[in-house]
């Protein structure tokens, strides 16, 4: 039987990087993908590559439904097969949730082309593959901004809640042959936040979020790479389900 195959949007980094390389250390081919930054996306195929995996490294703008599709065509002719889709490309602008004029409409749009879109253009380009494995599994990368009203910008936490409702309709519609549910990560120890922040406002936040979280810490790449995996490769009865991975931050706060 051929290696089992993981598709995993944005894996040039972070959290889509960590989940490349557990899916090629238990034995899947996988496809590492980037939007703008080719060099890292080789170093994580080449960590994939030193796992066993044969690796696909494609660049492709998520929000591109052509380069959603050419992606889709291009692991079906080297591998036939799609078993894990990891939606984990995403983007925000970083503007406080009270300052109502530091969004434009446009940034609503640019944001939800990625989140929401890109995500809904994956599933679509890659269902025909998918049902081919009936169990398959689809993870959309979430976010704990989705469900407590925190994150980096109101168009980022409404994108984030768009794709939960998106995940809960598409697990109906394309079940049974395709499982698909969200993870809901809270502060991860990612360059998105670094970048974001700037390093004074990210340690500041850093330390916050221990505080105030009951397992007294932040969230690794590869605490969240465990549940898509887990999601994907097990939870064979587990379908439109939202979970949180944020330490016990959103529903049992230290008071
Ligand atoms: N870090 C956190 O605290 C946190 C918390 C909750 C949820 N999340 C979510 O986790 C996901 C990954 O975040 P991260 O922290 O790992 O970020 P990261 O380290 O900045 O990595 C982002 C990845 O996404 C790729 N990407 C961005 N736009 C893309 C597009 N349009 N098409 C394809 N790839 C694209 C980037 O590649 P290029 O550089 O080549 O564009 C990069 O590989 C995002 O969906 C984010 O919303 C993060």
């Not at 949007?9 to 034995?27: K, P, V, W, Y």
């Not at 976010?143 to 936490?157: F, K």
Request: proline share 4%.
């Amino acid at each position: 039987m051929s290696r089992k195959v993981a598709v995993v949007t944005g894996s040039s980094s972070g959290i889509g990087a960590a989940t490349a390389r557990l899916f090629a250390r238990n034995g899947y081919n996988v496809v590492v993908n980037f939007s703008r930054n080719q060099e890292p996306a080789e170093a994580v195929a080449q960590e994939c590559r030193d796992l066993g995996a044969d690796v696909l490294v494609q660049k492709a703008n998520v929000a591109d439904d052509a380069d959603c599709r050419a992606l889709a065509q291009a692991v079906e002719a080297r591998w036939g097969r799609t078993d894990a889709l990891v939606n984990n490309a995403g983007t925000t602008k970083f503007v406080a949730a009270a300052n109502l004029e530091g969004l434009a409409a446009q940034d609503f749009h640019d944001i939800y082309a990625v989140n929401v879109i890109g995500a809904y253009q994956m599933i679509r380009a890659f269902a025909p593959l998918m049902k081919k494995n009936p169990g398959a599994g689809v993870v959309n990368i979430s976010s704990v901004a989705s469900v407590a009203g925190i994150g980096s910008s109101v168009a980022y936490m409404a994108s984030k809640g768009a794709l939960n409702a998106m995940t809960f309709g598409l697990a109906r519609a394309l079940a049974p042959e395709i499982r698909i549910n969200a993870v809901g990560p809270g502060m991860v120890e990612t360059p998105w936040l670094q970048n974001g922040l700037g390093a004074e406002r990210y340690e500041a936040t850093r330390q916050m979020y221990m505080k105030a979280t009951p397992l007294a810490a932040t969230i690794t790449p590869e605490d969240v790479a465990d549940a898509c995996y887990w999601l994907c490769d097990g939870a064979r009865k587990t379908t439109g389900e939202f979970i949180l991975i944020d330490s016990g931050r959103s529903k049992y706060p230290v008071l």
